[in-house]
């Protein structure tokens, strides 16, 4: 089964409204999560490091007062969808990982999330 | 920086040919992995290969085989036989020693696979 989960799997919303996505690590814990979106037909791109206890890391270009993330507890992330336009209607994606070396790594992905926003 | 190229935009195979799926990678890290995962239509990444930068052993694994170049920068994906399920995007992926968790992803690589 996944060990990964992210809900919702598929969500609408109408523009201007806030939605939350959430990634769940089921059966270990995550002090650190990673965000990216997907666009259609187009390739994953990294968003942000969800990082527990503290600020996430946004990479270039990601508003991060338009995309909220928090990782209150070690198995938890959401990502929230601040004033949503159908611009931002894309597929979302989590990844959480299992040690953090070259010996023992092994990175998690979610299902994804689709998002339309209307 | 890190950089993954896929210049294959999409391929189309009739069922039982091979196919190669190429990938380039850019690091200044020593130590780094490399990923292939596949993407149906339903979204979720399916897991193929991971490989340090360590072990250049090529591997295979019934009809995938992959090789990883070094001297190249390249870590090819070959399905031999390749059949009408096979058919998604493909990606090829890089972590590098900063965080191993985060990983840069390749533009992919649509496979159609025709009966």
């Known amino acids: 089964g996944a060990v990964v989960s992210q809900h919702p799997s598929r969500v609408i919303c109408k523009s201007g409204t806030s939605v939350k996505i959430e990634c769940r690590s089921l059966?270990?814990?995550?002090?650190?999560m990673f965000w990216y979106r997907q666009f259609p037909k187009q390739s994953l791109m990294l968003m942000a490091t969800s990082n527990e206890g503290s600020k996430a890391t946004y990479e270039q270009g990601v508003e991060k007062d338009k995309f909220l993330i928090n990782h209150a507890s070690l198995t938890l992330s959401t990502l929230t969808v601040t004033s949503a336009h159908p611009e931002d209607s894309s597929f979302y994606i989590c990844?959480?990982?299992?040690?953090?070396?070259?010996?023992?790594?092994?990175?998690?992905f979610g299902e994804g999330s689709w998002l339309t926003v209307v | 920086a890190q950089k993954v190229t896929q210049a294959q935009t999409e391929i189309s195979v009739v069922e039982k040919e091979d196919v190669t799926l190429d990938c380039v990678y850019e690091t200044r890290d020593t130590t780094y992995y490399l990923f292939w995962y596949k993407q149906p239509p339903s979204g979720e990444l399916v897991f193929l290969i991971r490989r340090n930068s360590f072990d250049e052993q090529n591997e295979i694994s019934g009809r995938y085989s992959w090789n990883f170049q070094k001297s190249t920068s390249s870590f090819n994906f070959t399905i031999t036989a390749s059949q009408v399920v096979d058919s998604a995007v493909y990606f090829c992926a890089l972590s590098g020693a900063y965080n191993f968790n985060k990983f840069y992803f390749g533009s992919g690589t649509k496979l159609n696979v025709k009966p």
């Open positions: 990844s959480a990982g299992l040690g953090t070396g070259l010996s023992g790594n092994t990175i998690y």
């Open positions: 059966d270990f814990q995550a002090t650190t």
